[in-house]
């Protein structure tokens, strides 16, 4: 008997913070009128994605004490974006990046309660925590937690948000006219937290929203990110765009998700992808190449670059070879406002050489192939191919797509990829779920009680 196809999950990542979006490009729009996201959102409607995601940026970036607007800078306030989403969207998920560093647990357990119950059940939280003290000057407590903390404060936080939601049952509001009585208990809502990261008591007042909590989203490749995320996320974003990792990834974090307690199969995994379609193979890898010389100038490339080696490379030529010096990664920071890769610089810095001979990359050659390697290159039909072999084999659940164009780029994916996707029984041809969650097909697990520290 053959087994049922896998429903291929599909997000929308409007990014608007980094190189890969061509602010220059003749099709862009603005990064911040209300008509790119709604145009964006409602494209990813029509081609019946699960969510809209949106990055955040919380600082300007900085190079050598300068900002430097190789990065799209700014981004608005993530919330507000969403709900005026909400309002010109009927199925499409909306989830946004949201810091749980910065952010304090009852307030944007309430906003995130808020937007669920005005979008109808279509609220997600991608979880994040921040990676250094430059942004963190922007806070109150800036740059006060170190790595392994903020993850301590982050777990907690989930937890708390959650106890929060929980606080109101279902059936918590009796609206009884007859003998005047709206909530069937006076105790709905009470919470009690005392915990490492937080000491809080009260009554939480937004009653249970429609998907009972939002959906959250991490993204996990460190140890204890992996952790992290099997224990508290219902998806989870991938790092591995090829086949053989991505299956590795997958199996160890279903295991995890086992030795935490809840079921397997119970977590989605959702790497991220751009695309470059064209009428023939060689017609698309073209247009990438023409796409990645526009996304990585001279320039970009040196400041990119100079993230791993966190050396003043502006001497150096993009067209010449890669620089002849080690990175310095205990000098102050060059970059300010970009994560760090999380690999040893001098063994990046040794693969990269390593790259560069074989291929002959200038530096400009080899941040192009490191930094704006487009991962779905190819005619439609190759796409929706690489794309449905890759699911249903067990390398993710689903992908989270983004384009070099906000906001239009999305659409050849909707018109040309997505009916490709339909025809072979991958892809939904009408929304069926009520929710978010319904969509993603992720239950809601049982209340959990936060007593004290987080487990």
């Not at 996304?295 to 070879?321: C, F, H, K, M």
Request: net charge negative; no cysteine.
């Amino acid at each position: 008997m053959t087994s049922p196809r896998k429903q291929i999950i599909l997000g929308h990542y409007v990014g608007g913070v980094n190189h890969h979006t061509l602010w220059s490009h003749p099709q862009a729009g603005s990064q911040i009128d209300f008509a790119s996201f709604r145009h964006a959102a409602q494209a990813a409607e029509r081609g019946k994605f699960d969510f809209f995601f949106l990055a955040e940026g919380l600082i300007l970036r900085e190079r050598l004490g300068r900002i430097f607007d190789q990065d799209i800078v700014g981004r608005p306030d993530t919330l507000p974006v969403l709900t005026a989403i909400a309002a010109v969207t009927e199925h499409l998920g909306l989830v946004g990046t949201l810091n749980a560093t910065f952010n304090e647990p009852y307030e944007l357990a309430r906003q995130l309660a808020t937007l669920d119950h005005l979008s109808g059940g279509r609220a997600g939280w991608n979880v994040v925590t921040s990676f250094d003290a430059f942004t963190g000057q922007n806070f109150r407590r800036g740059g006060f937690l170190d790595r392994d903390d903020r993850y301590v404060r982050a777990q907690e936080f989930v937890a708390l948000a959650r106890q929060l939601w929980d606080s109101w049952p279902a059936d918590a509001i009796a609206a009884d006219t007859t003998q005047g009585r709206f909530l069937r208990e006076a105790t709905v809502g009470a919470f009690g937290h005392h915990g490492r990261q937080f000491d809080v008591t009260g009554h939480f007042n937004v009653p249970r929203s429609p998907q009972g909590r939002p959906v959250v989203l991490q993204a996990g490749a460190s140890e204890q990110g992996r952790d992290f995320a099997a224990a508290t996320a219902d998806a989870i974003f991938s790092p591995f765009h090829e086949l053989g990792p991505a299956q590795e990834y997958y199996r160890d974090i279903q295991a995890r998700v086992v030795r935490a307690g809840r079921p397997a199969g119970s977590v989605k995994l959702l790497p991220g992808g751009a695309f470059v379609l064209g009428d023939t193979a060689a017609d698309a890898a073209e247009r990438a190449r023409e796409i990645a010389r526009a996304q990585v100038s001279g320039q970009t490339a040196q400041i990119l670059l100079e993230i791993v080696w966190n050396r003043d490379l502006s001497g150096y030529d993009p067209d010449g070879p890669l620089p002849d010096v080690d990175p310095d990664p205990t000098g102050p920071l060059v970059i300010q406002g970009r994560a760090r890769l999380a690999q040893d610089p001098f063994e990046t810095v040794r693969q990269w050489r390593a790259l560069a001979a074989e291929h002959r990359y200038s530096l400009r050659e080899l941040a192009i192939r490191v930094f704006a390697h487009a991962e779905f290159v190819g005619t439609p039909t190759q796409i929706a191919d690489r794309l449905d072999h890759f699911v249903q084999n067990d390398g993710s659940d689903g992908f989270i797509i983004g384009s070099h164009v906000t906001p239009g780029g999305i659409d050849e994916f909707v018109d040309q990829v997505v009916p490709l996707l339909q025809e072979r029984g991958s892809l939904r041809a009408e929304y069926t779920g009520a929710t978010l969650r319904d969509n993603l097909a992720i239950p809601l697990a049982p209340a959990r009680t936060t007593q004290g520290a987080v487990a």
